[in-house]
């Protein structure tokens, strides 16, 4: 049963916490190199790329800051449609990295006219979008506004945030040709924080060889470097590694398609029960599949609600930052089945009322 409807850390397989219990090698070694070898087939077709995937022990964030410092040779359009974008947007003033911002009202999504506008305004070599915003609910139409910034400026390279995507629903990172793909394991993949995995294209690579002050954890370069010999630059988290190993298989065996199908199924149902009685955040034709934003229309106490459904041994999450209260989210991703969310949606139909 699930229990968790907040947009990561989502519920983790009994099964899936229990592969991480065995014995730890050295990251020097064979068994952890064959660990490492044995992970990136399964990886590289998940995102859909023949290019390396690297598997670093921090949470997302660290290696999309990694990839921004990495990759930034001229000047950043960052595009900004919720919470998230905005924090790259900090990410990126804190390390001096040269960037403009191209801001929609949250709720509304980075169009690919307006992506291609910006572009043609400044000397930009890099583009950056999030993928799935998880503060508003939105998907941004991120193969269009790709594809549309390639014809555009072949070389540049563009980095795509879906962090709470990646896994759940399908991203062909090669075929889109995106540069850098990042996520983390706490959202679609099912696992325990503390895994970030980046699909790295070659131009990122020889587009690093020509920055300097790349940082060291998070060089893109260095990552590369240890890639080729299938370990890490420093000790990597070998429980988790093990998990990961142990839950590849399981998605694999559930099939991404069937996955994609589900993830969207869940989407649907979640989405027709809030516009009946809600509104939902997200502009029409942009909704994410992984989580919905919804309006809080009949100004629900949030924390009531959790409290309720706290007695089924379940949670939602509130709005994020300033949408706090003035929304709510369910998340609908990971191992989360559509029996689970119409089990979640008629204990909030229960709250609704006791709280008319
Ligand atoms: C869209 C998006 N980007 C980035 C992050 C940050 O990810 P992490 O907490 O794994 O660093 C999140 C976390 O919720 C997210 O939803």
Not at 215 to 237: C, I, M, N, V
């Amino acid at each position: 049963m699930a229990r968790l409807f907040i947009p990561g850390p989502t519920d983790v397989d009994t099964e899936v916490l229990q592969a991480q219990v065995r014995p730890m090698v050295g990251h020097r070694s064979t068994a952890f190199e064959q660990l490492y070898a044995r992970l990136q087939p399964r990886l590289r077709k998940i995102f859909q790329t023949d290019h390396r995937v690297f598997v670093v022990a921090s949470s997302g964030s660290g290696v999309w800051e990694g990839a921004m410092r990495s990759v930034v040779a001229r000047r950043l359009l960052l595009c900004v449609c919720g919470a998230f974008g905005q924090r790259w947007a900090d990410v990126a003033a804190s390390n001096g990295t040269p960037f403009e911002q191209l801001d929609v009202e949250w709720g509304q999504a980075n169009l690919p006219e307006q992506v291609e506008t910006a572009l043609k305004g400044g000397e930009f070599d890099t583009l950056a979008v999030v993928h799935n915003e998880t503060s508003t609910g939105v998907e941004n139409p991120i193969g269009e506004i790709v594809t549309r910034a390639r014809a555009l400026r072949p070389d540049l390279v563009i980095l795509v945030d879906a962090v709470s995507s990646a896994g759940g629903v399908p991203i062909p990172v090669d075929s889109w040709e995106i540069d850098v793909l990042v996520t983390s394991s706490q959202k679609c993949f099912a696992l325990p924080p503390g895994l970030a995995f980046a699909a790295v294209s070659d131009r990122a690579l020889q587009r690093a060889a020509s920055v300097s002050n790349r940082g060291w954890y998070f060089d893109l370069l260095l990552l590369e470097k240890y890639h080729q010999r299938d370990t890490t630059p420093s000790t990597p988290a070998i429980s988790l590694l093990y998990a990961l190993d142990f839950q590849l298989d399981r998605m694999l065996a559930e099939g991404m398609e069937a996955r994609a199908i589900r993830h969207q199924k869940m989407a649907t149902q979640v989405q027709s029960w809030a516009a009946e009685r809600f509104e939902l955040f997200a502009a029409e034709g942009y909704r994410s599949k992984t989580v919905t934003s919804i309006r809080n229309l009949r100004a629900l106490d949030i924390s009531a609600l959790n409290k309720h459904l706290s007695l089924h041994e379940m949670s939602i999450a509130n709005g994020y930052g300033p949408l706090k209260d003035k929304t709510f989210r369910i998340g609908h991703m990971g191992e989360i089945q559509p029996s689970d969310v119409a089990e979640l949606l008629a204990h909030i139909d229960e709250f609704l009322q006791t709280a008319r």
